[in-house]
Nanobody, 127 residues
Framework: QVQLVESGGGSVQAGGSLRLSCAAS????????MGWFRQAPGKEREGVAH????????YYADSVKGRFAISKDAAKNTLYLQMNSLKPEDTAMYYC????????????????????WGQGTQVTVSS
């Protein structure tokens, strides 16, 4: 089992920045891929970015490419999402998730690939 706790959400104005954190605990040795997802009110959850544990290969959704950066501190078992140039359409609940399959991250961010999920942290961007 892997437990995930997100933090760092909040309210900012458009153009501002936030850094989300996801602290992982438990059997983290099984983790092969970590990702960030978000869900806005009335919309389906969408993948934002993922980080392959082996090699540190990253992937970003087109909507955040160039503005968001995913990273991981191995010593702290913590995943980060640096969000810059925030837009009102980035407003959502942000979730951290872990994949444990041996193959690691898929080519794209697929929600069904992830086994463990955090409770989420709210990000609100005002215009």
């Amino acid at each position: 089992q892997v437990q995930l706790v997100e933090s760092g959400g909040g309210s900012v104005q458009a153009g501002g920045s936030l850094r989300l954190s996801c602290a992982a605990s438990g059997d983290t040795s099984t983790t092969t891929c970590m990702g960030w997802f978000r869900q806005a009110p009335g919309k389906e959850r969408e993948g934002v970015a993922h980080f392959n544990i082996v090699g540190g290969i990253t992937y970003y959704a087109d909507s955040v490419k160039g503005r968001f950066a995913i990273s991981k501190d191995a010593a702290k078992n913590t995943l980060y999402l640096q969000m810059n140039s925030l837009k009102p359409e980035d407003t959502a609940m942000y979730y951290c998730a872990v994949r444990t399959a041996w193959s690691g991250c898929s080519y794209r961010i697929v929600e069904a690939d992830f086994r463990y999920w955090g409770q989420g942290t709210q990000v609100t961007v005002s215009s």
